[in-house]
């Protein structure tokens, strides 16, 4: 497990990305940017948080992608499973986070991070599948993609976009949910072919 910890670097990575998560909630409170959309004809009031789990999904796929293929297909610990732990870990102390900075602020944005977190981290993790390191940037791609094309109005994103939706909407809830849970299971098969 010390080896693991060490090869990964989540012991120092995945923590700090968390104090970061936090802290960048914090300051992000009840900010909203305009920027342009190109579906509505005018721009889109973008909440600044929505950015915010970028911070650990970037972490995350650097500790997952620092691993040692030799030691890890030759070793008898469970790699996969612990990989994915570490990927479910960081969902959920990202999820905390966000509750803590719900908490002190009353901000209902910031609520909204844990979720976004859930599906930004999944979404990249089936892209992991199939572009590998590069999928860390399947999750911004995803943001601008959410930014300049998925809003109807001003205020109305379509259901699809997941990130920009209320913390209440449940289908937002729903996919973010699935897209984790499909990642996980992306992950789990990578780890699975690299062993046969």
Not at 10 to 29: E, G, Q, S, W, Y
Not at 104 to 123: P, W
């Amino acid at each position: 497990m010390r080896f693991w910890l060490r090869a990964r670097r989540a012991a120092l990575v995945m923590p700090a990305c968390t104090v970061a998560l936090f802290v960048l909630t914090l300051l992000t409170r009840n900010a909203s940017v305009g920027l342009p959309s190109l579906l509505s004809g005018s721009s889109a009031s973008v909440v600044v948080s929505m950015f915010v789990p970028v911070v650990v999904v970037s972490g995350l796929m650097g500790c997952l992608d620092s691993n040692l293929p030799a030691a890890e297909a030759s070793g008898v610990r469970p790699i996969a499973l612990m990989d994915a732990a570490l990927s479910v870990g960081s969902v959920l102390a990202a999820s905390v986070a966000a509750l803590g900075a719900t908490l002190l602020t009353g901000d209902r944005d910031a609520a909204s991070v844990g979720r976004n977190t859930a599906f930004l981290v999944g979404i990249a993790l089936i892209a992991r599948v199939f572009v590998g390191q590069k999928a860390v940037l399947v999750p911004i791609a995803w943001l601008m993609t959410v930014v300049f094309l998925g809003f109807r109005s001003r205020l109305d994103p379509y259901p699809w976009t997941v990130l920009p939706e209320p913390v209440s909407a449940p289908h937002a809830a729903v996919g973010a949910a699935l897209a984790l849970t499909a990642g996980i299971a992306a992950q789990l098969s990578i780890s699975t072919r690299k062993l046969s």
